[in-house]
């Protein structure tokens, strides 16, 4: 399971977090309840979830199964990362999932409204580039990318295929590639919908594209991943969270620590649980001041 998918379970997935006491004795001839059915009469409300694109089939997903084993309603909302991390700060939500750290604006925001944001990395977003196997196309340098992607490019010997502007997959390419994020070549064929991609790269015999990983794994029948780099790498599960391939960045999960006193927020944040690494409070990190006789 790669890391991505995997996010779609640990960020939502149901967990007893009773922190009652003992069983309660059931009556005579009768089991007791359970502890996760004693938990789900205890939930009620609403826990609202902001998310751009890239996250949002995971968390609707989970937060629809969710729902149909417990009384509480999950309302998710799909903005851009910047909204979605407003609507924290703003208190209107108790989780953001991004792909994209708390800026210094959103930080002063947050603070200015008394909210406490708590971030967990949870998986990444990899951009993998892929190609029609005719091409022969087994590697890349980043350097000979951005000579075929950058604005003005006279390469014309493929057929361009991309994720659609203002989505993550062409944000992060287009950073790191042209270097300038929504820098990039004329003469390409963006995709809104990315699951719509496999179709013309399946039919083409010179494409050349862009895409979310999860979007294409399985990839398509004669069409090729394109090692990056000087390793040839590709973006599998070894590679991605090691930082081997280049065109990656975490994804993250925030929330506003005060959401986690309430009992329906616990049972899907996964810092309550454990299933992540701790997390800490965003905060701006500040040098130590020396002081004294150098």
Known sequence: MSRLRMLAVVLLALAGCDSGGDEPPG???????????????????????????????????SAANFGDETPVEVEVSEVDSHAALARLCAGEVAMAAVDRPLGGELRRACRRNRVEPLRLELGWLAV???????????????????RVWRPGSMVERYEFYGAAPGTAPFDLFTR??????????????????????????????RALAFVNREVLHPLPEDVEAVGLGPRSAVPTVAAIPARRYPL????????ARSALDELRVRSLAPVHRGELPSAHLDRPHHRSRRTGRR
Do not use: H, N
């Open 27 to 61: 009556a005579e001839g009768t089991a007791p309840p359970s502890r996760e059915a004693r938990l789900s009469e205890r939930l009620s409300g609403t826990v609202r979830i902001a998310t751009p694109s890239v996250t949002q089939p995971f968390v609707s997903a």
């Open 248 to 255: 990656t960045r975490p994804l993250y999960l925030y929330l």
């Open 128 to 146: 993998a580039v892929v190609a029609s196997s005719e091409l022969g196309l087994e590697c890349m340098s980043l350097g000979e990318l951005q």
């Open 176 to 205: 790191r590639v042209t270097g300038r994020a929504g820098a990039i070549r004329r003469g390409w064929t963006p995709f809104e919908d990315a699951a719509k991609i496999r179709q013309p790269l399946a039919g083409s015999r």
